[in-house]
């Protein structure tokens, strides 16, 4: 029996004390810190060793990672750091941890060259300066092999328990049978697939409907080819949480069909749906359970992974046990679990937990994206970043005299770009360099100015320079991949002295940020109702060229669903007016023809309440209930709890709003629906630039900015009649462009169409 750990996860288990201390620090990113380290290696004499692969056992416990560096002439193993500001201000329990993992490196060199003797430094890289600071100590081989030991001996106990939790679980998931005997039709052919794609390391696109039950046909197989040793966790992603509820009940369902099954799941939620104390700090001089963070973790890990199913409430009870913040909590949990249940950022956003994990521990991964099609606009908005002019001004007004000049030099070179600006709004080859090198200064004298006065900046003004710093990352990664754009602000616009505006790196085809991501996973499945079609999802989502993909044949027969198209009808914008009453009339007669409930889709709140209006005073003895802009939970909850009642009715909603997908009213509950338009995004100058953008990508701007993103919304609204093999039910497209032979080709292939 053994275990593999990264050094980096072995001294975090090990040797991290004290707080949890989340105040914003000036560290650098990402990019920063690879070009810090470039630098100072840059800086060592010939010879000089970087990126050294190390490894060494203790028992059966078996530790590896990359040393930074080596320098043969000095015989001096290097660990390094970036930083900004103050060297004495960084807290010891995070200089603890650094010397902590440059000491397990050490003993891995000495071992790998039989060193008796070697020098192990903490080198210190101020990214504002560009200076060094070299911490040195000198050991002999034999202490370093104790300290390593010493931290080997604290960690093997937790390491054994976890070994043997896989070979038990490997061993319970390879006998693991189906929890429901038969498969339902489509079930297993996909299953199989994505078995395969587990078992060989490849990528799967997976089109298929409601009602197979798709969430079981991804985890089932997935968690089979963990215990054949193809893959070691799994990552089930949603967009909404009614995904991860269902993935937490399928995993349920093969516990109560399977005798001890000790498999961990950990669902993951907001931070600010965890928070106890949303009114205080993340650090243990301001919230109780972030003091001593690290000093209580480990009985909070103990208790918390008694239990097979981690979701929110018992992590939460576990964390208030041992006084530990939940959120965090649930963080270093997911480094211990099988299976993570969680949104698509945990994964696929720029500081991503779970990818970040992967890659460091080199998991082999299953990455599995529930209603996938939602990942565009997801991943757009991960990658898109703004500032607005109008904030930077305010932030001028209480910054810090510091930093009252670089915000003054943005500004200019602002205005200056205002200026040059003849139209509202304008896109650009590219981020002007002025404009980008004004707003890097500022960043860097923020950071410098922080680390020497933690405390000195207010929450809002943070939340600007937050801002900019992400306008800054996503410059510095511009691409063809995104476009930059200008808005100046009404009154600019009308009023040239009073020049103000917005700038935005706005991401158009999220697969440059996405691929490197399926690139770690083992396997990537991206399965949904609906992707098609597929090279439009290929190209946006960043799948490599030989990613299968499969179109599963659903349980559905034509009869089951009655399609009408009221070609008589014209929901374009320029027709709005004359549609109300035809749209009404129609909705009308289909209920006194059958009672009962129905949904109806719109295309904005303006256009549903204008023939909500029409249907009160047309139609008084129709019952019908509104989608409201802005519902929270309980209002959502309310509007479903109608079809669910006794009663009847038809209930008016937003086409792509939250009652298009995700919503399951079966039988009774739901007998048709209405779509009164395509679902083409608006016409206006950011999706003309998109379109212009895909234009010259892919030839083909028009589908891949309206058509395709629009007729994906009508079929998953769609979606919500039929959702068993024994509903039956009516729906009725209410546009004349429904005719269209290019439009036809994006619905459902099993839909009887007139």
Request: with cysteine; glycine share 6%.
């Given at each position: 029996?053994?275990?593999?750990?990264?050094?980096?996860t072995l001294?975090?288990?090990?040797?991290?004390?004290?707080?949890?201390?989340?105040?914003?620090?000036?560290?650098?990113?990402?990019?920063?810190?690879?070009?810090?380290?470039?630098?100072?290696?840059?800086?060592r004499?010939?010879?000089?060793?970087?990126?050294?692969t190390?490894?060494?056992?203790?028992?059966?416990?078996?530790?590896?990672?990359?040393?930074?560096?080596?320098d043969?002439?000095?015989?001096r193993?290097?660990?390094?750091?970036?930083?900004?500001?103050?060297?004495?201000?960084?807290?010891?329990?995070?200089?603890?941890?650094?010397?902590?993992?440059?000491?397990?490196?050490?003993?891995?060199?000495?071992?790998?060259?039989?060193?008796?003797?070697?020098?192990?430094?903490?080198?210190?890289?101020?990214?504002?300066?560009?200076?060094?600071?070299?911490?040195?100590?000198?050991?002999?081989a034999?202490?370093?092999?104790?300290?390593?030991?010493?931290?080997?001996?604290?960690?093997?106990?937790?390491?054994m328990?976890?070994?043997?939790?896989?070979?038990?679980?490997?061993?319970?998931?390879?006998?693991?049978?189906?929890?429901?005997?038969?498969?339902?039709?489509g079930?297993?052919?996909?299953?199989?697939?994505?078995?395969?794609?587990?078992?060989?390391?490849?990528?799967?696109?997976?089109?298929?409907?409601?009602?197979?039950?798709?969430?079981?046909?991804?985890?089932?197989?997935?968690?089979?080819?963990?215990?054949?040793?193809?893959?070691e966790?799994?990552?089930?992603?949603?967009?909404?949480?009614?995904?991860?509820?269902?993935?937490?009940d399928?995993?349920?369902?093969l516990?109560?069909?399977?005798?001890a099954?000790?498999?961990?799941?950990?669902?993951?939620?907001?931070?600010d749906?965890?928070?106890?104390?949303?009114?205080?700090?993340?650090?243990?001089?301001?919230?109780?359970?972030?003091?001593?963070?690290?000093?209580?973790?480990?009985?909070?890990?103990?208790?918390?992974?008694?239990?097979?199913?981690?979701?929110?409430?018992?992590?939460?009870?576990?964390?208030?046990?041992?006084d530990?913040?939940?959120?965090?909590?649930?963080?270093?949990?997911?480094?211990?679990?099988?299976?993570?249940?969680?949104?698509?950022?945990?994964?696929?956003?720029?500081?991503?937990?779970?990818?970040?994990?992967?890659?460091?521990?080199?998991?082999?991964?299953?990455?599995?994206?529930?209603?996938?099609?939602?990942?565009?606009?997801?991943?757009?908005k991960?990658?898109?970043?703004?500032?607005?002019?109008?904030?930077?001004?305010?932030?001028?007004?209480?910054?810090?005299?510091?930093?009252?000049?670089?915000?003054?030099?943005?500004q200019?070179?602002?205005n200056?770009?205002?200026?040059?600006?003849?139209?509202?709004?304008?896109?650009?080859?590219?981020?002007?360099?002025?404009?980008l090198?004004?707003?890097?200064?500022?960043i860097?004298?923020?950071?410098?100015?922080?680390?020497?006065?933690?405390?000195?900046?207010?929450?809002?003004?943070?939340?600007?320079?937050?801002?900019?710093?992400?306008?800054v990352?996503?410059?510095?990664?511009?691409?063809?991949?995104?476009?930059?754009?200008v808005?100046?602000?009404?009154?600019?616009?009308?009023?040239?002295?009073?020049?103000?505006?917005a700038?935005?790196?706005?991401?158009?085809?999220?697969?440059?940020?996405?691929?490197?991501?399926?690139?770690?996973?083992?396997?990537?499945?991206?399965f949904?109702?609906?992707?098609?079609?597929?090279?439009?999802?290929?190209?946006?989502?960043?799948?490599?060229?030989?990613?299968?993909?499969?179109?599963?044949?659903?349980?559905?027969?034509?009869?089951?669903?009655?399609v009408?198209?009221?070609?008589?009808?014209?929901?374009?914008?320029?027709?709005?007016?004359?549609?109300?009453?035809?749209?009404?009339d129609?909705?009308?007669?289909?209920?006194?023809?059958?009672?009962?409930?129905?949904?109806?889709?719109?295309?904005?709140?303006d256009?549903?309440?204008?023939?909500?209006?029409?249907?009160?005073?047309?139609?008084?003895?129709?019952?019908i209930?509104t989608?409201?802009?802005?519902?929270?939970?309980?209002?959502?909850?309310?509007?479903?709890?109608?079809f669910?009642?006794a009663?009847?009715?038809?209930g008016?909603?937003v086409?792509?709003?939250?009652?298009?997908?995700?919503?399951?009213?079966?039988?009774?509950?739901?007998?048709?629906?209405?779509?009164?338009?395509?679902g083409?995004?608006?016409?206006?100058?950011?999706?003309?630039?998109?379109?212009?953008?895909?234009?010259?990508?892919?030839?083909?701007?028009?589908d891949?900015?309206?058509?395709?993103?629009?007729?994906?919304?009508?079929?998953?609204?769609?979606?919500?009649?039929?959702?068993?093999?024994?509903?039956?039910?009516?729906?009725?497209?209410?546009?004349?462009?429904?005719?269209?032979?290019?439009?036809?080709?994006?619905?459902?292939t099993?839909?009887?169409?007139?």
């Amino acid at each position: 029996m053994s275990y593999i750990v990264a050094v980096r996860t072995l001294c975090e288990f090990t040797a991290k004390r004290g707080d949890l201390d989340l105040r914003f620090t000036p560290s650098p990113t990402a990019l920063e810190g690879m070009e810090g380290h470039a630098v100072v290696t840059s800086r060592r004499a010939a010879g000089y060793e970087s990126e050294l692969t190390l490894s060494g056992a203790y028992g059966e416990l078996t530790v590896r990672g990359r040393a930074d560096g080596y320098d043969p002439a000095l015989n001096r193993l290097e660990e390094i750091k970036t930083y900004r500001g103050q060297l004495e201000t960084m807290p010891e329990n995070h200089r603890a941890l650094h010397w902590a993992q440059a000491l397990v490196y050490g003993h891995l060199l000495c071992q790998a060259r039989a060193l008796e003797r070697l020098n192990v430094a903490l080198v210190y890289f101020d990214i504002g300066s560009r200076k060094e600071t070299v911490l040195t100590q000198s050991y002999e081989a034999c202490a370093l092999r104790s300290l390593f030991e010493h931290q080997c001996e604290r960690f093997l106990g937790w390491a054994m328990r976890e070994s043997e939790h896989r070979e038990a679980r490997n061993a319970a998931l390879d006998r693991l049978r189906f929890p429901y005997g038969e498969f339902r039709s489509g079930q297993r052919e996909l299953a199989v697939a994505v078995y395969r794609a587990a078992r060989d390391a490849g990528a799967l696109m997976a089109q298929a409907p409601t009602g197979i039950g798709k969430t079981l046909a991804t985890i089932f197989p997935a968690l089979k080819a963990c215990g054949q040793g193809h893959v070691e966790r799994v990552f089930f992603l949603t967009a909404k949480t009614p995904g991860r509820a269902l993935a937490l009940d399928a995993i349920d369902s093969l516990h109560r069909h399977a005798d001890a099954l000790p498999l961990r799941t950990l669902e993951l939620v907001a931070r600010d749906k965890a928070c106890e104390h949303p009114d205080k700090s993340c650090h243990g001089e301001s919230c109780p359970l972030a003091r001593g963070f690290y000093d209580r973790l480990g009985d909070a890990r103990e208790a918390a992974l008694a239990s097979h199913r981690l979701d929110r409430e018992t992590v939460r009870q576990a964390a208030l046990a041992h006084d530990v913040c939940p959120y965090y909590l649930a963080q270093e949990l997911a480094r211990w679990c099988d299976v993570v249940v969680g949104d698509y950022n945990y994964y696929y956003d720029s500081s991503a937990l779970l990818y970040a994990l992967a890659r460091i521990n080199q998991w082999p991964v299953a990455v599995l994206v529930d209603e996938a099609h939602n990942l565009l606009e997801r991943a757009r908005k991960m990658y898109t970043a703004s500032i607005e002019q109008s904030a930077f001004k305010a932030a001028g007004k209480t910054a810090p005299d510091v930093l009252k000049e670089p915000l003054k030099r943005l500004q200019r070179e602002w205005n200056a770009l205002n200026r040059t600006q003849t139209n509202a709004y304008q896109a650009y080859a590219e981020v002007p360099a002025r404009v980008l090198s004004s707003a890097q200064n500022l960043i860097g004298a923020v950071t410098d100015h922080l680390a020497d006065a933690p405390l000195s900046i207010d929450d809002s003004l943070l939340r600007v320079f937050f801002d900019a710093m992400h306008f800054v990352s996503l410059s510095e990664q511009f691409g063809t991949h995104s476009v930059f754009d200008v808005r100046l602000s009404a009154k600019a616009a009308a009023d040239r002295g009073k020049v103000s505006s917005a700038l935005c790196v706005r991401n158009v085809v999220p697969a440059h940020f996405l691929a490197p991501r399926h690139a770690l996973a083992r396997t990537t499945v991206l399965f949904s109702g609906t992707l098609a079609p597929e090279h439009f999802y290929r190209d946006m989502l960043g799948l490599p060229e030989e990613a299968a993909f499969m179109s599963v044949d659903g349980p559905f027969r034509p009869q089951q669903l009655r399609v009408h198209i009221a070609a008589h009808v014209s929901t374009r914008w320029r027709d709005r007016e004359r549609s109300l009453i035809p749209i009404a009339d129609l909705m009308a007669r289909q209920y006194a023809e059958q009672p009962g409930n129905y949904l109806g889709f719109l295309s904005s709140f303006d256009y549903l309440q204008r023939v909500a209006t029409l249907m009160q005073q047309r139609h008084p003895d129709v019952p019908i209930w509104t989608q409201a802009p802005g519902m929270d939970e309980a209002a959502r909850d309310a509007f479903l709890a109608r079809f669910r009642s006794a009663g009847s009715g038809i209930g008016l909603a937003v086409l792509g709003g939250a009652f298009s997908e995700g919503v399951d009213l079966v039988g009774e509950q739901l007998i048709g629906a209405f779509v009164a338009t395509l679902g083409l995004p608006q016409v206006n100058e950011v999706n003309e630039e998109m379109r212009r953008t895909m234009d010259a990508r892919f030839g083909s701007g028009y589908d891949y900015v309206y058509l395709y993103p629009g007729l994906q919304k009508v079929v998953q609204a769609a979606g919500r009649v039929i959702r068993t093999e024994t509903d039956v039910g009516v729906l009725h497209l209410i546009d004349d462009r429904f005719r269209r032979a290019e439009v036809r080709r994006l619905l459902p292939t099993w839909w009887a169409l007139p």
